[in-house]
């Protein structure tokens, strides 16, 4: 990843790099629902650059649904060189991943990726049902 650049969406679907699957098995270490499903599904995926923080757009190669019931099951943060902090969260829509959301608490561009360790990993409680 070249962090001066600008980065233009990719046109085409590739494999994730070591350092893209790095962090996604980092966001599924985390304990949520439908989690281990979910990680079966993301064991064959293509990815495509979406914008200049590095954002994927995920498609699974692998059939079926994980019984996740939010659309960000798992989230994680990062302090960047600057002091904001960098988030990372994974979108899940009707069961399938289908994008790893990466931006700056102010709207800058990344300085310096941190290794996906250090990364902290949020799972919030879900919402209350109103009955």
Known sequence: MDI?????????????????????????QADFPGRHELA?????ILVRTLD??????????VEGKAPIMKR????????DDDGF???????VVDGR????E???DDGSRVKR???PSEFELIVLPPAPSSR
Not at 40 to 44: G, N, T
Not at 72 to 79: D, L, M, R, T
């Open 52 to 61: 200049e923080y590095d954002g994927l757009e995920i498609r699974s190669q």
């Open 40 to 44: 079966s599904i993301m064991r064959d």
């Open 72 to 79: 960000i099951p798992v989230e994680a943060e990062a302090k």
């Open 4 to 28: 001066g650049r600008p980065m233009k969406p990719e046109q085409h679907f590739r494999k994730p790099t070591s350092e893209e699957r790095a962090l996604l098995e980092h966001l599924l």
């Open 85 to 91: 902090t960098i988030h990372v969260l994974l979108h």
């Open 97 to 100: 991943p289908v994008e790893l």
């Open 102 to 104: 990466i931006y700056k």
């Open 113 to 115: 990726k941190p290794s």
